[in-house]
């Protein structure tokens, strides 16, 4: 069955294509289960099943992964496989050492829908090929989010094996304890193109720091025995009991290895890290899939960071490290390489701290809290393939009560105006939990500048926590402006802002705000007002407005100004991080005018909660977390620029979610 295509390949094959080592793909931390299972068949379709561990249990993640047949060059196109009445496309493709080729991709938002509904239990989906024959069969493992398990890591390997020999290392977040029954570390492989008939045999050989668990895996009891529906893998109606025998090959069958296995027996007890190795002398089969299932503790697999301790609490006020260990695929400490923490959920969500990693591999970082709560921490960092690695969740418990912390925003930031003219000043004042406090005198200041000390009486904020003052100044230069608010004894003090004051005799043509930051995708709206010689604003003025450098350099166009403000405005979106410099150019009572140059920076994701560069569930969540929070303006969770967080908002970053599971 599987000689015949041996033979006629090695006739026509004279170079082998480059393959990859097997490497971690995604590993999830959590209370979770996994299930996976394979199915390999030379007719259209069969099923491939999940096993559902309790009711309260949801999808966390489904992926879908194949092989074509061995020896034959064969790759799957697009759509050659369909899964649950969906047609397939992988996203990740790596040749294998015997001439054929391995596929995964990410099909959670399909499963989802119909797993989390369905009872405890055995759920079936249907799997068809086309060219049936030319692939030898699929794997679906599927990660539960399931509250009765206990924590768990699973790290889920993909790739191809080197027939020559392939390891990679397991460091555990804290020591191996045997004596705890829920202590859990199984493995689980995926092989296409293994044949076990007797005297036909495919040998693979396992080792756990150098321990031989087998020398069988690689049958096709996921299949059947013949080429197109070679496949086995560990799973639904496996064993992690390890063979008895592990120096047998096929005497046994192809389900004496049924490719799950029990590596707690040779791991020490207290052991911190361990290595697997494999190697394939017969030089035939090919080994795409592992999955290193944990119990009881937490583990980084193959190169990766995770962060410890997993759970910590101080009171409120003090300081709480994470440290975060980065490692290569053999486990040797990496120095040098940034680390990024952040908060991604808690009384402190966003905030983020980036260490370097010492010589021990090791980048650590320091958290306080003025807030009572359980912050959930997350690490991240570049790994040598320029692929963002993500660690454990770690959570920081912060005792007591909060001390009341405020934020108070002056805007604008930046602007500008003729002497002469008037100019407003807000300030937002609002209190840790984001509630806008009323009643509160404020206070506004010139600090340098033209016309140095208080702008006039105090202000008290309104139910909106918003204080206003207008003022204006008759001469030019520029002022360093701050506000200052009393809550009982705290004097709180704003961020200081800029305004220059221009000298009129001349038309004027001036850019506000003169300096902003927006995420990207996000908006800026620029405005230009006009001014005769008089200082007076003049209406029905052409202005045009153009990007000088910047991401989005060209014309935005040309607008005229409007009564009664003698102002005109042009509204843009980025794609792209950069700054844009803006200038605009008008004809103000026959005299051709051109303003001060403005600039808009942009930063940062709309939607992008979580700072890590795409939109998924986990900003969506943090942004129904922050509901009727207000916020300064350009936060990312502000997806409809109002300065405030609502129920829109989410709908709109859910919209823009790229990722799979982001409709909640």
Same mark, same amino acid.
């Not at 396992?206 to 020398?215: A, E, Y």
């Not at 021990?360 to 690695?389: E, K, P, R, Y």
């Not at 996000?522 to 405005?527: E, R």
């Given at each position: 069955?599987?000689?015949?295509? /041996?033979?006629?390949?090695?006739?026509?094959?004279?170079?082998?294509?480059?393959?990859?080592?097997?490497?971690?793909?995604?590993?999830?931390?959590?209370?979770?289960?996994?299930?996976?299972?394979?199915?390999?068949?030379?007719?259209?379709?069969?099923? !491939?099943?999940?096993?559902?561990?309790?009711?309260?249990?949801?999808?966390?993640?489904?992926?879908?992964?194949?092989?074509? =047949?061995?020896?034959?060059?064969?790759?799957?196109?697009?759509?050659?496989?369909?899964?649950?009445?969906?047609?397939?496309?992988?996203?990740?493709?790596?040749?294998?050492?015997?001439?054929?080729?391995?596929?995964?991709?990410?099909?959670?938002? @399909?499963?989802?829908?119909?797993?989390?509904?369905?009872?405890?239990?055995?759920?079936?989906?249907?799997?068809?090929?086309?060219? =049936?024959? *030319? @692939?030898?069969?699929?794997?679906?493992?599927?990660?539960?989010?399931?509250? =009765?398990?206990?924590?768990?890591?699973?790290?889920?390997?993909? $790739?191809?094996?080197?027939?020559?020999?392939?390891?990679?290392?397991?460091?555990?977040?804290?020591?191996?304890?045997?004596?705890?029954?829920?202590?859990?570390?199984?493995?689980?492989?995926?092989?296409?193109? $293994?044949?076990?008939?007797?005297?036909?045999?495919?040998?693979?050989?396992?080792? /756990?720091?150098?321990?031989? !668990?087998?020398?069988?895996?690689?049958?096709?009891?996921?299949?059947?025995?013949?080429?197109?529906?070679? !496949?086995?893998?560990? $799973?639904?109606?496996?064993?992690?009991?390890?063979?008895?025998?592990?120096?047998?090959?096929?005497?046994?069958?192809?389900?004496?290895?049924?490719?799950?296995?029990?590596?707690?027996?040779?791991?020490?007890?207290?052991?911190?890290?361990?290595?697997?190795?494999?190697?394939?002398?017969?030089?035939?089969?090919? @080994?795409?899939?592992?999955?290193?299932?944990?119990?009881?503790?937490?583990?980084?697999?193959?190169?990766?960071?995770?962060?410890?301790?997993?759970?910590?609490?101080?009171?409120?006020?003090?300081?709480?490290?994470?440290?975060?260990?980065?490692?290569?695929?053999?486990?040797?400490?990496?120095?040098?390489?940034?680390?990024?923490?952040?908060? /991604?959920?808690?009384?402190?969500?966003?905030?983020?701290?980036?260490?370097?990693?010492?010589?021990? $591999?090791?980048?650590?970082?320091?958290?306080?809290?003025?807030?009572?709560?359980?912050?959930?921490?997350?690490?991240?960092?570049?790994?040598? *393939?320029?692929?963002?690695?993500?660690?454990?969740?770690?959570?920081?418990?912060?005792?007591?009560?909060?001390?009341?912390?405020?934020?108070?925003?002056?805007?604008?930031?930046?602007?500008?105006?003729?002497?002469?003219?008037?100019?407003?000043?807000?300030?937002?004042?609002?209190?840790?939990?984001?509630?806008?406090?009323?009643?509160?005198?404020?206070?506004?200041?010139? /600090?340098?500048?033209?016309?140095?000390?208080?702008?006039?009486?105090?202000?008290?904020?309104?139910?909106?926590?918003?204080?206003?003052?207008?003022?204006?100044?008759?001469?030019?230069?520029?002022?360093?402006?701050?506000?200052?608010?009393?809550?009982?004894?705290?004097?709180?003090?704003?961020?200081?802002?800029?305004?220059?004051?221009?000298?009129?005799?001349?038309?004027?043509?001036?850019?506000?705000?003169?300096?902003?930051?927006?995420?990207?995708?996000?908006?800026?709206? !620029?405005?230009?007002?006009?001014?005769?010689?008089?200082?007076?604003?003049?209406?029905?003025?052409?202005?045009?407005?153009?990007?000088?450098?910047?991401?989005?350099?060209?014309?935005?166009?040309?607008?005229?100004?409007?009564?009664?403000?003698?102002?005109?405005?042009?509204?843009?979106?980025?794609?792209?991080?950069?700054?844009?410099?803006?200038?605009?150019?008008?004809?103000?009572?026959?005299?051709?005018?051109?303003?001060?140059?403005?600039?808009? =920076?942009?930063?940062?994701?709309?939607?992008?909660?979580?700072?890590?560069?795409?939109?998924?569930?986990?900003?969506?969540?943090?942004?129904?977390?922050?509901?009727?929070?207000?916020?300064?303006?350009?936060?990312?969770?502000?997806?409809?620029?109002?300065?405030?967080?609502?129920?829109?908002?989410?709908?709109?970053?859910?919209?823009?979610?790229?990722?799979?599971?982001?409709?909640?």
């Amino acid at each position: 069955m599987k000689r015949l295509p /041996v033979i006629m390949m090695a006739l026509a094959v004279t170079t082998a294509p480059v393959w990859g080592s097997l490497t971690p793909k995604v590993t999830h931390y959590g209370n979770i289960r996994l299930s996976i299972d394979g199915a390999g068949t030379n007719a259209f379709s069969r099923t !491939i099943r999940v096993n559902k561990p309790s009711a309260g249990a949801t999808v966390r993640a489904a992926y879908l992964l194949a092989a074509s =047949t061995g020896y034959t060059g064969a790759t799957i196109a697009n759509g050659q496989i369909t899964f649950a009445g969906f047609s397939i496309s992988f996203t990740d493709v790596v040749p294998s050492s015997i001439q054929s080729w391995n596929y995964w991709t990410d099909v959670t938002s @399909i499963v989802r829908p119909t797993l989390n509904a369905a009872a405890p239990g055995i759920t079936s989906f249907i799997i068809s090929e086309q060219n =049936t024959s *030319n @692939i030898d069969g699929e794997i679906l493992a599927v990660v539960w989010d399931d509250p =009765t398990a206990p924590p768990t890591t699973v790290a889920l390997m993909f $790739g191809a094996q080197n027939i020559a020999g392939d390891s990679f290392t397991v460091t555990l977040a804290r020591p191996i304890d045997k004596t705890n029954p829920q202590t859990v570390l199984n493995m689980s492989l995926g092989i296409s193109y $293994g044949f076990q008939p007797a005297g036909q045999y495919s040998i693979l050989e396992l080792g /756990v720091n150098g321990t031989r !668990i087998s020398s069988s895996a690689g049958g096709y009891d996921d299949g059947i025995p013949d080429n197109g529906a070679l !496949i086995t893998v560990g $799973g639904i109606d496996d064993t992690n009991a390890n063979p008895a025998n592990p120096f047998q090959t096929d005497s046994g069958g192809p389900r004496y290895d049924d490719e799950l296995y029990n590596l707690l027996p040779f791991v020490a007890n207290g052991a911190t890290s361990f290595t697997v190795t494999s190697r394939n002398p017969s030089n035939d089969d090919n @080994i795409f899939f592992a999955a290193i299932v944990l119990g009881e503790n937490t583990a980084v697999v193959g190169e990766g960071i995770f962060a410890t301790p997993a759970n910590a609490s101080a009171n409120v006020g003090g300081t709480q490290t994470v440290s975060a260990l980065v490692q290569t695929s053999n486990g040797i400490p990496v120095a040098g390489r940034s680390v990024t923490c952040r908060v /991604v959920s808690g009384p402190n969500l966003g905030t983020t701290k980036v260490a370097v990693t010492n010589g021990s $591999g090791l980048a650590v970082t320091s958290f306080t809290s003025s807030l009572a709560g359980t912050d959930t921490i997350q690490c991240s960092m570049v790994n040598s *393939n320029s692929t963002t690695q993500y660690s454990n969740l770690v959570t920081r418990t912060w005792l007591g009560s909060s001390q009341q912390t405020y934020s108070f925003v002056l805007t604008p930031t930046g602007d500008m105006n003729p002497v002469g003219t008037n100019h407003t000043l807000s300030a937002k004042l609002w209190n840790g939990a984001s509630a806008p406090i009323s009643g509160v005198p404020v206070q506004f200041e010139v /600090v340098s500048g033209p016309n140095p000390g208080p702008i006039g009486a105090t202000v008290l904020t309104n139910v909106f926590g918003i204080a206003s003052r207008t003022y204006t100044s008759g001469n030019t230069g520029t002022q360093v402006i701050r506000a200052s608010a009393q809550i009982g004894v705290n004097n709180i003090l704003s961020n200081q802002v800029t305004k220059a004051w221009v000298g009129g005799g001349t038309p004027l043509l001036i850019l506000t705000p003169t300096s902003a930051t927006n995420p990207v995708k996000g908006q800026h709206v !620029i405005t230009a007002t006009a001014y005769d010689v008089g200082g007076n604003v003049v209406a029905g003025v052409p202005v045009t407005f153009n990007i000088t450098s910047g991401p989005n350099t060209g014309s935005l166009g040309t607008v005229a100004t409007s009564a009664p403000s003698g102002s005109a405005n042009r509204t843009w979106t980025s794609n792209l991080a950069g700054t844009d410099t803006i200038q605009a150019t008008a004809t103000i009572n026959s005299i051709p005018v051109t303003s001060n140059i403005a600039s808009k =920076t942009w930063a940062g994701l709309l939607c992008d909660a979580d700072n890590n560069g795409q939109i998924d569930n986990r900003d969506t969540i943090a942004v129904f977390a922050a509901r009727n929070t207000l916020v300064p303006l350009g936060d990312v969770r502000d997806a409809d620029f109002d300065g405030v967080i609502t129920a829109l908002d989410v709908r709109k970053c859910t919209l823009v979610c790229t990722k799979p599971g982001c409709a909640q």
